[in-house]
């Protein structure tokens, strides 16, 4: 008897675009990819009605939502109104408590409202910001992976993640996470599966771990 197709569903992290996922390969004969681009928000728009739009997209049921950094955020908003087979995060964070203290401080003296026009106007700065400090080195490499360089989209983006209200773990979410990750320190997560030598941008960088990994992670959860 043949096995439906288990639908996977990718969001990318902040501004960037979706061919950040180009060398994930999963079996076809068991998994179809499918990659979510990121919406321009309407004005005020919360996370949750932000997240609601982003499911117009998803067109299958008991899908597995992965999200990569802010994507990460965005999929468990997501994963709130649907069900879902699986939920899977990686270089992002679980709730609130897990932010850095750089940016739970951005979110009580709204520091974050300073950046946006900076990161637009210099790529260097998105690039790092998006990525982490380490991406500097081979930045002509991972310029072509930002592709939302929209003062109304990281206004919004970055303070829906300083500003991200979550207490409390969602049940049964999978958090795979860089030891190295310079945009969520380690230090700062808890029960994630750890990957050595990893930096935030390691969804380009460990692609063949994850190739290697993800069927596995989403078949036995």
Known sequence: MIQPLIHVYFMPGMAASPRIFEHIKLPKDQFQIHLLEWLIPNSNETIEAYASRMLSHVTHNNVVLVGVSFGGIVVQEMSKQIKVRNLIIISSVKTMHELPKRMRLAKITKAYKLLPTQLV????????????????????L???YLSVPDAKYLNWAIEKVVCWEQENV??????????NDFVFPIKHISNCITLKNATHIMIISKYKWFNANLPRIILEN
Do not use: S
């Open 121 to 140: 106007n210099n790529m260097d700065t998105l690039a790092k910001y998006a990525f982490g400090k380490n991406v500097m080195k081979r930045l002509d």
């Open 142 to 144: 991972y310029q072509k």
């Open 170 to 179: 969602i049940p049964n979410i999978i958090h795979i996470h860089g030891e």
